[in-house]
């Protein structure tokens, strides 16, 4: 198996490289060799626990719930991965729930002044199992369309948006993986873990978010991340 999804990637990536008349050079450097199988392994979200109801005895793995993981670290399609997410990234400056990180937050609710926060609601929202409900087909469309919107911005190395599109497609539909010594295939969504997941995650529910925060003026946010 490890070998057939190795030769898809390899095969892919060396008829774009020879339709782009990419160098040899960049055709090795990303050509896949001597890979594996991506492994699952979870973390326990220690905060949805009651820590006052454990004792000695308690089996935290039978009564906490998990994140799983899926390490897509020297996966046949890893080096393919690698350049998705250099291409797209700098897509998510255009995604204005996007926050890089916590201090970017805070900078941004402390720039609002009291009478743009007077008569305002701070509100919150959650998707449940985001990555793992993701329609690919849907995903690497909504990806490539934003794409298409920002082309100027980006950096596509000799390659175009109809590359990136079989190279994504490909990246997110061989969804097998290991655990415990089996092997198992995820049949929806996204690994977490393999490294462009978050970009095409941020950019799917960004996409239903246009067509629904941005539509009606009334209720356009004034801070939104």
């Known amino acids: 198996m490890v070998k057939n999804l190795q030769d898809q990637s390899n095969s892919l990536w060396k008829r ?24 699952m392994y979870i973390l326990l979200k220690t905060h949805k626990f009651d820590a006052s109801a454990i004792s000695v005895d308690t089996d935290i793995t039978q009564t906490c719930k998990v994140r799983p993981i899926v390490s897509c670290c020297g996966s046949p399609t890893e080096k393919l991965a690698w350049i998705c997410t250099q291409i797209l990234s700098p897509l998510l400056k255009f995604v204005p729930s996007h926050l890089k990180d916590t201090h970017t937050h805070l900078e941004q609710l402390s720039s609002l002044t009291q009478d743009q926060l007077k008569g305002l609601k701070f509100c919150t929202a959650d998707v449940t199992s985001l990555y793992t409900n993701i329609n690919i087909l849907g995903c690497v469309e909504d990806v490539i369309a934003l794409a298409e919107e920002h082309l100027d911005e980006l950096e596509l190395f000799g390659l175009n948006l109809t590359d990136v599109h079989e190279m994504l497609e490909l990246v997110f539909s061989n969804s097998f993986f290991t655990f415990d010594g089996k092997i198992y295939q995820q049949m929806i969504g996204l690994f977490m873990g393999c490294k462009p997941s978050p970009i095409g995650a941020i950019v799917r529910v960004y996409t239903f978010e246009r067509r629904s925060v941005y539509t009606d003026p009334h209720y356009l946010p004034v801070m939104y991340g």
């Open 16 to 39: 774009i490289c020879e339709t782009r008349h990419l160098h040899k050079n960049m055709v090795d450097l990303y050509t896949s060799r001597n890979t594996q199988l991506p492994t």
